[in-house]
């Protein structure tokens, strides 16, 4: 498999850090309001990295955050009268209401922000203590930029350059040793949240953050980093600054970024009010729509988001659950139970497509193309199957067809009856052969559950699980 790593901007091989399993962190949104399509683009993208991952036989550790504490969440609490704790629980609510609803599986853990202040305060004191960071007299805490040799190693910026684009910047007021210094611990301002530090009553820097929650949840050294390509600079080149020099170890060893989300081919934004949330949408379409329409680029080329593109997502999406639909009742109504030497010469025809499936999402998760062979597949079963054939072969061409799309999240079947007591045995099931290493078994059965529109999620105090 194949992957495109921002870092060596080469496609790389990939090679996790230990046998079977994958340690992906996914920078998370900042809640302050309804998500917009474009954050949605790396919530489908990289949960459809990490079923493909899955499907392969990994076992992925995927951890994604919420930003609980930024301005933008305190100046929403001011707007309302509310605490900043208040709007975040509850866009954190709203997101996680989209995210189900674009069949976005919960990440493994969602961390916080606000519960890991101790674990950043630590960071910090290490950083302090190692001469990268030091605190300046108002009690704001920078990190040394220049002292981290190999400060943009990911966004390939150069120290100078950087420093050039900064001279213009009058630094007023401020401590700071170099223009380039970022800040790692800032002092509250009046009437906002704040936790008690050894340098002043205040609150963390944003890349922080993610340091230390990739490093708590996943450990010092990860497989996959991802989030937009927005996040490169200075976010990511920040993360890997303050990580690698805390833990004198790589942080990630592959970088995904995806493209934007565009709007008349400018980035959709909140600040341009560019935007449309993922609500909005769901209004007029099923959000599998949207997941279809994001899935039909590249995950790292721009996307431009038009009526038409949708409409014809919809159309699309219709043509493959019509075929579903067809092979289903066919076999409803078919005559014959097992397959004929010549019905076997069909199936085996059909893995071709589904080897081409592969091969696109080898490369660097060609998704576009890996929809191209499920059109192929559909095709192909469409001219081949009828009143005469087979239960086996139908049922078979429909679960082959299920399990390419279930690896893009694309749902075939949805709101079929489940009962709960049929959901707690599934999910029974599901903790025993975990518990037995089978976790095929245990995805297999998580993919029955979603293909029912079941979601479950991992929880600290065991599996929930809620109908999408
Ligand atoms: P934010 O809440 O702005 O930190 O964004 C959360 C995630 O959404 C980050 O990974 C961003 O890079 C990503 N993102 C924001 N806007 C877009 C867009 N228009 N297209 C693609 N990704 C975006
Ligand atoms: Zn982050």
Do not use: D, P, V
């Given at each position: 498999m194949k992957v495109y790593n921002t870092l060596s901007r080469k496609k790389e091989d990939f090679q996790p850090l230990e046998e079977g399993k994958v340690k992906m962190y996914v920078c998370g949104p900042t809640v302050y309001n309804f998500i917009h399509i474009g954050n949605a683009r790396p919530m489908i993208v990289f949960d459809t990295v990490r079923r493909y991952m899955e499907y392969k036989g990994y076992e992925v550790n995927y951890v994604s955050n919420f930003t609980d504490v930024d301005d933008k969440i305190i100046k929403k609490a001011v707007e309302e009268g509310v605490s900043a704790q208040e709007i975040s629980s509850r866009y954190i609510e709203e997101c996680k209401k989209d995210m189900a609803d674009m069949n976005v599986k919960p990440a493994t853990l969602h961390p916080l922000a606000t519960q890991e202040i101790d674990g950043m305060l630590e960071m910090i004191s290490t950083l302090i203590d190692k001469g990268f960071a030091y605190p300046a007299k108002d009690g704001t805490v920078y990190f040394r930029t220049r002292k981290f040799e190999e400060y943009g190693k990911l966004s390939h910026k150069n120290l100078d350059d950087l420093q050039a684009g900064h001279r213009e910047i009058k630094v007023t007021g401020e401590e700071k040793e170099d223009a380039l210094d970022f800040v790692l611990w800032k002092p509250k301002k009046e009437g906002e949240p704040y936790w008690e530090s050894p340098w002043c009553q205040g609150r963390p820097g944003w890349h922080i953050e993610c340091s230390v929650m990739a490093k708590k949840y996943l450990g010092e050294e990860i497989d996959i980093h991802a989030g937009g390509e927005d996040l490169i600079f200075p976010h990511h080149e920040n993360e890997i600054a303050q990580s690698e020099a805390c833990n004198?170890?790589?942080?990630?060893?592959y970088w995904l970024h995806n493209g934007f989300l565009n709007i008349d081919n400018k980035k959709m934004s909140k600040s341009l009010g560019n935007f449309f949330t993922v609500r909005e949408i769901s209004e007029k379409y099923d959000l599998q729509v949207l997941r279809f329409f994001m899935l039909?680029?590249?995950?790292?080329s721009p996307l431009n988001f038009s009526a038409e593109l949708m409409e014809a997502a919809k159309s699309s999406l219709e043509r493959i659950v019509n075929a579903a639909e067809n092979l289903k009742h066919l076999k409803k109504n078919a005559k014959h139970e097992g397959m004929t030497a010549e019905e076997e010469e069909i199936w085996n025809g059909s893995g071709a497509f589904v080897e081409k499936f592969e091969k696109a999402m080898d490369d660097d998760f060609n998704t576009a193309d890996a929809i191209a062979s499920i059109f192929e597949l559909v095709k192909y079963s469409n001219t081949r199957v009828?009143?005469?054939?087979?239960v086996e072969l139908l049922e078979r061409l429909y679960n082959r067809l299920g399990q390419l799309c279930d690896i893009l999240g694309i749902i075939l079947e949805k709101n079929e009856e489940i009962l709960d007591e049929e959901i707690e045995n599934l999910i029974e099931e599901r903790q025993a052969a975990r518990k037995e290493r089978n976790f095929a078994r245990a995805d297999e059965i998580r993919g029955i559950l979603l293909n029912k529109g079941i979601v479950l999620e991992d929880t600290r105090e065991g599996v929930k699980w809620k109908r999408a």
């Open positions: 004198g170890k790589i942080f990630s060893k039909s680029a590249h995950y790292r009828n009143e005469e054939t087979s």
